[in-house]
């Protein structure tokens, strides 16, 4: 069964950091694109960044370029999405998604609120 918990948000101001983590369980992440999305109130979802499972190039949204770094640590089967010089802007909640067999599968999301 295809799990992901992600974990990780909080609120943080103008400027912080926060690093978001998503455990995956039920199949080998490493095998696999995974990717962050995130979704404002009143907004689409939105694909934030994703990296690959062969040679783990990773692609990244314009509006966090240079900002944010998604990771792997094939060993712990987890993602990670480092977050720096965090703005209002990036106020959202934070899904980890993976498609596999033909199914999207999401996780239940982590709030990140950028306030001061």
């Known amino acids: 069964q295809v799990q992901l918990v992600e974990s990780g948000g909080g609120l943080v101001q103008p400027g912080g950091s926060l690093r978001l983590s998503c455990a995956a369980s039920?199949?080998?992440?490493?095998?696999?694109?995974m990717s962050w999305y995130r979704q404002a109130p009143g907004k689409e979802r939105e694909l934030v960044a994703a990296?690959?499972?062969?040679?783990?190039?990773?692609n990244y949204a314009d509006s966090v370029k240079g900002r944010f770094t998604i990771s792997r640590d094939n060993a712990k089967n987890t993602v990670y999405l480092q977050m720096n010089s965090l703005k209002p802007e990036d106020t959202a909640v934070y899904y980890c998604?993976?498609?596999?067999?033909?199914?999207?599968?999401w996780g239940q999301g982590t709030q990140v609120t950028v306030s001061s």
């Open positions: 039920g199949f080998i992440s490493s095998s696999y694109t």
């Open positions: 998604n993976v498609k596999r067999g033909g199914r999207s599968y």
């Open positions: 990296i690959t499972s062969a040679g783990g190039r990773t």
